[in-house]
């Protein structure tokens, strides 16, 4: 199974900007459809942005177009979220996994990783 590690999280005031990373354990298809969701404390994970590894199909929820940007790296095997202007409302847990492509559902039966937090104080 391909594992897949978050990381670059922090606490950020209103404003600010944090770069997250996803490092694969192995390369997948050129088209295989990877993105992250967050997770606030008390509420269910919710879907982030999401892209393919060439960088095709790319799709955010509403609340962070604009201010959110999802790439990738496919020869380091790396996924990135750029976030800027940051708000309180983005605080959360964010995670990273594989899609079922084209939609912004898991793949059924993959697990969640331990996620990186971010944090936005007012």
């Known amino acids: 199974q391909v594992q897949l590690v978050e990381s670059g999280g922090g606490l950020v005031q209103t404003g600010g900007s944090l770069r997250l990373s996803c490092a694969a354990s192995?390369?997948?298809?050129?088209?295989?459809?990877l993105g992250w969701f967050r997770r606030a404390p008390g509420k269910e994970r919710e879907f982030v942005a999401r892209i393919t590894w060439s960088g095709d199909s790319i799709y955010y929820r509403d609340s962070v177009k604009g201010r959110f940007t999802i790439s990738t790296d496919y020869a380091k095997t790396t996924m990135y979220l750029q976030m800027n202007s940051l708000k309180p409302e983005d605080t959360a847990v964010y995670y990273c996994n594989l899609f079922v492509p084209g939609t912004s559902l898991v793949i059924p039966g993959r697990s969640w990783g331990q996620g990186t937090q971010v944090t936005v104080s007012s």
């Open positions: 192995k390369r997948t298809f050129s088209t295989s459809t």
